[in-house]
């Protein structure tokens, strides 16, 4: 017999052992991420988590500052009071997240898909948000002081109270959305598109191309 054919049964073993262990969801310091895992309060600082499946998944409170969450699916995700200082979610999904007081300082968030995001009085201060997708989301009260907005889609979305001073939101897809009692302090909107925006009660003092005579 050939003793090549006795080897098969052996090699296809091992390649069905190797795809057995692909399979199995990376596991963090207790968190296994894996889409609705409950990982509350979870320690996953500078974690590489870039292309995981996170959809739905409980990371209330958990500490993710530093983290490589590049091209994760983070869709429905309850992130809320979570810690994601200086993190990277470039093109990550994060659409209709929880991300309700949380903290993205410095955050990379370029052309996340942030459809109908939850994020009120979340702390977006130095992040890049360039050609982020969030329309219709939710950012009421949020700190976004010198937050790069260039290029974003903020169509429909709602920034009643937020703090903008210093944004740069050149080129941004302002259509319809919500500035009411929001500040851009020395923001920049040069080139936004601004058709049936309001901005009630906006402070303007010193910005580039806003509609200072809104309400004139």
Not at 12 to 20: I, P
Not at 113 to 142: I, M, P, V, Y
Not at 158 to 171: G, N, Q
Request: hydrophobic share 45%.
């Amino acid at each position: 017999m050939n003793p090549t054919l006795l080897l098969l049964p052996l090699a296809l073993l091992a390649s069905a052992s190797l795809l057995a262990d692909d399979d199995q969801p990376t596991i963090i310091n207790g968190c296994v991420i894996q889409p609705e895992s409950r990982c509350r309060n979870a320690d996953l600082r500078n974690a590489d988590l870039s292309n995981q499946d996170m959809r739905k998944m409980d990371l209330a409170g958990a500490n993710l500052s530093g983290a490589n969450l590049r091209h994760a699916n983070l869709d429905l995700a309850n992130l809320e009071k979570a810690d994601l200082t200086g993190a990277t979610l470039t093109r990550a999904s994060l659409q209709q997240a929880n991300l309700r007081v949380a903290n993205l300082t410095n955050a990379h968030l370029v052309a996340i898909q942030g459809w109908g995001l939850f994020a009120q009085a979340a702390r977006f201060n130095g992040a890049n948000l360039t050609a982020a997708n969030l329309e219709f989301a939710r950012l009421s009260g949020a700190k976004m002081q010198g937050a790069n907005l260039t290029a974003a889609n903020l169509e429909m979305t709602w920034l009643s109270k937020a703090d903008l001073a210093r944004a740069t939101l050149t080129d941004a897809n302002l259509q319809e959305a919500k500035f009411n009692d929001a500040n851009l302090a020395e923001a920049a909107l040069t080139g936004a598109r601004r058709h049936y925006a309001t901005f009630q009660g906006t402070h303007m003092d010193s910005c580039i191309d806003c509609p200072v005579d809104w309400e004139k």
